[in-house]
């Protein structure tokens, strides 16, 4: 029997833009191939630190199994990290179709005032998207409008934070600082939350909830009010920053 080729993983060269390099991450991705088995190949435990899971997207390069979109989320982390001009977080949506609820997750891009892309989907329209959005919101909407055209109302879509670019760092990824449920809210309120959300992350005055106590992070779900607390004062300190 033959055995399946293993795609090479990309390699940045200098003479690529930033375009093509994460065309060339896409690329790769798509040669692995969504995962339709039903069966997780990776585990991917959210609250682990970055640094475990950079060690599970190192694995998904050496084995060349078939992934989904968190595993393409990681994936896609590990092959841009390096790039300081290229930011990543992450953007999860939350939909309703036929009396189920289903969750996504895509890597959003942010590089030279525009936005994009990474990821996996079994529609190749909720996957990537060029880096050609000026506004985290148009990248959005634009997900939104895909969303439509397989009957899919969006009712939430949670924001998380700029993924530091330090593969070693034992930080989790913050995959929810921003949550609207958008099913609710008129696309003026969607458009102008995201928009303050967006300059926010590129002033970086934005923390994790979980900063000051990664422990509370991993025991999540138990009590929220500890880390709502937290983040005020921190909101009141970037109010006055912008006075």
């Keep these: 029997c033959v055995q399946p080729s293993v795609p090479p993983v990309p390699n940045y060269k200098l003479s690529m833009s930033i375009p093509e390099w994460l065309q060339a991450i896409q690329t790769y991705m798509k040669m692995l191939q969504y995962n339709h088995t039903g069966t997780q190949f990776f585990e991917i435990r959210k609250s682990r630190p970055l640094s475990g899971l950079m060690e599970t997207a190192k694995e998904m390069t050496r084995e060349s199994l078939p992934i989904k979109c968190l595993e393409a989320v990681i994936l896609g982390i590990y092959l841009t990290n390096g ?58 909407f634009e997900f939104e409008d895909s969303y439509k055209k397989y009957l899919h109302s969006v009712k939430k879509v949670k924001i998380g934070l700029y993924v530091p670019h330090e593969p070693h760092s034992f930080q989790p990824i913050e995959w929810k600082q921003l949550v609207l449920n958008v099913s609710k809210m008129m696309r003026t309120e969607v458009r102008k939350e995201l928009e303050k959300f967006a300059r926010d992350m590129r002033m970086k005055i934005l923390k994790p909830s979980s900063a000051h106590s990664p422990m509370k992070e991993r025991s999540r779900g138990k009590s929220l009010s500890p880390r709502r607390r937290q983040a005020s004062p921190q909101r009141r300190a970037y109010r006055r920053d912008k006075s």
């Excluded at 001009?85 to 992450?90: D, G, I, L, Q, T």
């Design 83 to 140: 790039q300081p001009s290229v930011e990543r977080f992450p953007i999860s949506f939350k939909t309703h179709f036929s009396g189920n609820y289903f969750h996504h997750v895509v890597l959003g891009i942010y590089c030279n005032g525009r936005y994009g892309s990474l990821g996996m989907s079994r529609r190749s329209d909720l996957m990537d998207k060029p880096l050609i959005y000026r506004t985290l919101s148009d990248l959005i």
